[in-house]
């Protein structure tokens, strides 16, 4: 986040480069960045003439040179936007020539989002010499949730423990879709509010008491009554809560949880590092580590992978949604 800042002020303090080329498996913050150049290098009427967007599917990069070698026209510079430049992969690197010595009057900037380029090739190398390279890596889960603190404080927002763990729940580590729900709260509740879980729930539509981050709690605990009517509720309201995430969240907890028995330290900022969860969850693996030894674990995680395999149909003559459910939690509990 903090080297997306200094590109942002560099930007605006006018140190413009050539070449902005974002790349990486976290398209957030390409495009942030693409967004923010796109808004920003020219003035509304400047755009009309000197301003082209180009998408990596429809375009090739003789015709991506060609377009960054014209002149501007009564303006200061031009910009040239290659958009899912990924599709160009095959043959990105014949941009070299143009990026050994670049038009300074055109900013040429490509979104090539979901891959990375190999930094030991020759290209590369002139890429970073002359322009910018920008690598946006994926956040870790344990991350994810002091990332949305940071976004909201800057925005004016607070939100609780439990709110912010629910979000990194259901949304996992997918930035874009957190940011877009973040806007959605912020559109309704004024600045200077503490998000909960109630307003997540009311507003983005997870239930508080009947979700997947309950419902693997429940199993941690043993609480049977508890987990097999979250299951009930996931039955009757399928197409919210599909049986593939469920199971795989769940199974994703075992696999952390055999990965808990065997740590030596065992404290808590160690778990959610090594884990790799939010320090919210710690308390529950310790809680299911009394529950649940390591032998139990793997006959679980077998469990598991045999509801994984008939939720897709496979050998279970398209068992009922609830019955796979209550197959599972009959082989955790039993």
């Known amino acids: 986040m903090e080297e997306v800042v200094k590109i942002i002020n560099d930007i605006k303090a006018g140190k413009i480069k050539p070449i902005y080329f974002l790349m990486g498996e976290e398209p957030y913050y390409i495009d942030r960045i693409t967004e923010y150049l796109e808004n920003n290098l020219l003035t509304e009427d400047e755009k009309g003439f000197n301003q082209m967007v180009l998408y990596g599917r429809d375009t090739t990069v003789d015709e991506i040179v060609s377009n960054a070698k014209r002149y501007p026209m009564m303006s200061e510079r031009q910009v040239v936007i290659v958009k899912e430049a990924q599709e160009l992969s095959r043959t990105i690197d014949q941009i070299e020539k143009y990026a050994e010595n670049p038009l300074p009057s055109t900013v040429l900037i490509f979104a090539y989002k979901y891959k990375t380029l190999d930094k030991r090739k020759k290209f590369v190398k002139t890429l970073e010499k002359n322009g910018l390279l920008y690598e946006s890596k994926k956040m870790y ?194």
């Open 141 to 334: 889960d344990n991350k994810v949730g002091e990332w949305i603190k940071r976004v909201l404080q800057g925005r004016d927002y607070g939100i609780e423990p439990k709110a912010m763990a629910m979000l990194v729940e259901f949304l996992g580590n997918d930035l874009s879709r957190i940011a877009n729900e973040l806007s959605k709260l912020e559109i309704i509740l004024p600045k200077g509010s503490t998000i909960t879980p109630h307003h997540i729930e009311e507003n983005i539509g997870f239930s508080k008491d009947f979700n997947v981050f309950e419902f693997r709690k429940a199993i941690g605990e043993k609480n049977q009554l508890k987990a097999y009517q979250i299951a009930n509720y996931f039955a009757q309201n399928q197409k919210d809560n599909p049986l593939v995430m469920t199971n795989g969240l769940v199974f994703s907890f075992f696999s952390a949880l055999l990965q808990y028995h065997g740590l030596k330290d065992k404290s808590a900022n160690n778990v959610a590092k090594v884990l790799r969860v939010s320090p919210f969850f710690v308390n529950d693996y310790i809680s299911a580590a009394h529950n649940y030894p390591m032998k139990k674990i793997s006959a679980i995680i077998g469990t598991l992978r045999n509801v994984d395999v008939k939720s897709k149909g496979v050998g279970a003559n398209a068992l009922p949604h609830g019955d796979l459910l209550k197959e599972m939690l009959v082989g955790i509990f039993n």
